[in-house]
């Protein structure tokens, strides 16, 4: 294997979800084709990602109760993106700026600087910079 692809994240519609990535997140909307569910029905292929990323997010609406109830706690209320910035000041300031509702203020661990955010479905995800150079 060379690098993995894609993951879904499941939202309720294609169209808020779109937004939130490309216009609050600053991602790359990549695909957005119409496509065929397993037994025929219409939905959407929609793919977006951070610009010059090799991974993408495959954007998959709700379909039927058992993913609906899901949406926005995918990962059990665990972080479950990571998204990794060179300047994690300034991407932070334009997130606040853009919208995004982070759940805390920003700290300082080992690993680097971190604020946890909620995406457009209500999942966690961290925003991650550099770790301090001692």
Not at 103 to 126: H, S
């Given at each position: 294997?060379?690098?993995?692809?894609?993951?879904?994240?499941?939202?309720?519609?294609?169209?808020?979800?779109?937004?939130?990535?490309?216009?609050?997140?600053?991602?790359?909307?990549?695909?957005?084709?119409?496509?065929?569910?397993?037994?025929?029905?219409?939905?959407?292929?929609?793919?977006?990602r951070?610009?010059?990323?090799?991974?993408?997010?495959?954007?998959?609406?709700?379909?039927?109760?058992?993913?609906?109830?899901?949406?926005?706690?995918?990962f059990?209320?665990?972080v479950?993106?990571?998204?990794?910035?060179?300047?994690?000041?300034?991407?932070?300031?334009?997130?606040?700026?853009?919208?995004?509702?982070?759940?805390?203020?920003?700290?300082?661990?080992?690993?680097?600087?971190?604020?946890?955010?909620?995406?457009?479905?209500?999942?966690?995800?961290?925003?991650?910079?550099?770790?301090?150079?001692?």
């Open positions: 294997m060379s690098h993995l692809s894609l993951v879904a994240l499941v939202v309720r519609e294609y169209d808020p979800a779109i937004d939130f990535f490309v216009h609050h997140l600053g991602f790359e909307l990549v695909e957005d084709v119409p496509s065929l569910t397993n037994d025929g029905r219409p939905k959407r292929w929609v793919v977006v951070p610009p010059g990323a090799a991974t993408g997010i495959l954007i998959a609406r709700a379909d039927g109760p058992d993913q609906e109830r899901i949406v926005g706690n995918q059990a209320g665990r479950g993106f990571f998204f990794r910035v060179d300047d994690f000041e300034a991407t932070y300031q334009r997130l606040v700026a853009a919208g995004v509702t982070f759940v805390g203020p920003p700290r300082t661990e080992a690993y680097g600087q971190v604020a946890i955010f909620l995406d457009i479905a209500g999942n966690k995800w961290d925003l991650l910079g550099p770790a301090s150079k001692a």
